[in-house]
T-cell receptor
Framework: GENVEQHPSTLSVQEGDSAVIKCTYSDSASNYFPWYKQELGKRPQLIIDIRSNVGEKKDQRIAVTLNKTAKHFSLHITETQPEDSAVYFCAASDPLTGGGNKLTFGTGTQLKVEL | DGGITQSPKYLFRKEGQNVTLSCEQNLNHDAMYWYRQDPGQGLRLIYYSQIVNDFQKGDIAEGYSVSREKKESFPLTVTSAQKNPTAFYLC????????????FGSGTRLTVV
C-alpha cells in the first residue's frame, strides 16, 4: 500500500517568514494530493490540493508543488501569521477498484509562528 | 446546514466493554471513512465504505467493526478486542471518485478508564 513520509515534524518560524513542509509518497499510481490544517482539538480542514496533471497550484499565501518523477510534494506558506499555527497533514490518494479513493496521511507537522 | 456529525464528543469506556461511535452526514456523499489519530502518528485508516452495504478494512481494523446500512450513517464499534482504544477518532466522507478530498467530522475522544 501507499506510504507517506512528512518532514519536519515540528517547524518554528518568525511571523512574516515563509514555511515549507515536504512529503514523499511511494505509490506511483497516486494521483491526488491534499493538504489539511488541524487546529488544536478541532477537525482537519482541507486547505489546498493538487492533482497529478499539475505541477504547482497557488491560493493566496499558500502554494503546493508536485514532482511526480521524484514522488514528492511540498506545501509553501508565505508571510506567515500567528493564525497559521496548527498541525498540517499531507496525504496521497490511492485509487480504488470501483472508482473510489482512500487517503494515506503523513504524520503531521506542528507549525508554530512566533511574534 | 450540510455537514458531518460525530457523537459523542467525549466517551469513556471500561475495560471489556464495547462502545459505538456515531457518524452521520447530510452531504449526500457515497464514501465514508473512519480514522484513528494518535499523537505523532498522524491519521490511520480503520475502515472505509464506498457504497451502502459495503465496507472494507483499512490499515488497523483489528478490534473494530462497522456497518453501512444507510448512506448517511457509518457507525464504528470499538470492541473489547481492541487492546489500546484510547485515541481521537475521526469520521470523514467524500464524493466517490479518485480526486476528491474529505470532509471531516469534529471527532470523538475515547478514553479507557
Amino acid at each position: 500500500g501507499e506510504n507517506v513520509e512528512q518532514h519536519p515534524s515540528t517547524l518554528s518560524v518568525q511571523e512574516g517568514d515563509s514555511a515549507v513542509i515536504k512529503c514523499t509518497y511511494s505509490d506511483s499510481a497516486s494521483n491526488y494530493f491534499p493538504w489539511y490544517k488541524q487546529e488544536l482539538g478541532k477537525r482537519p480542514q482541507l486547505i489546498i490540493d493538487i492533482r497529478s496533471n499539475v505541477g504547482e497550484k497557488k491560493d493566496q499565501r499558500i502554494a503546493v508543488t508536485l514532482n511526480k518523477t521524484a514522488k514528492h510534494f511540498s506545501l509553501h506558506i508565505t508571510e506567515t501569521q500567528p493564525e497559521d499555527s496548527a498541525v498540517y497533514f499531507c496525504a496521497a490518494s490511492d485509487p480504488l477498484t470501483g472508482g473510489g479513493n482512500k487517503l494515506t496521511f503523513g504524520t503531521g507537522t506542528q507549525l508554530k509562528v512566533e511574534l | 446546514d450540510g455537514g458531518i456529525t460525530q457523537s459523542p464528543k467525549y466517551l469513556f469506556r471500561k475495560e471489556g466493554q464495547n462502545v459505538t461511535l456515531s457518524c452521520e452526514q447530510n452531504l449526500n456523499h457515497d464514501a465514508m471513512y473512519w480514522y484513528r489519530q494518535d499523537p505523532g502518528q498522524g491519521l490511520r485508516l480503520i475502515y472505509y465504505s464506498q457504497i451502502v452495504n459495503d465496507f472494507q478494512k483499512g490499515d488497523i481494523a483489528e478490534g473494530y467493526s462497522v456497518s453501512r446500512e444507510k448512506k448517511e450513517s457509518f457507525p464504528l464499534t470499538v470492541t473489547s478486542a481492541q487492546k489500546n482504544p484510547t485515541a481521537f477518532y475521526l469520521c470523514a466522507s467524500s464524493i466517490r471518485g479518485s480526486n476528491y478530498g474529505y470532509t471531516f467530522g469534529s471527532g470523538t475522544r475515547l478514553t479507557v478508564v
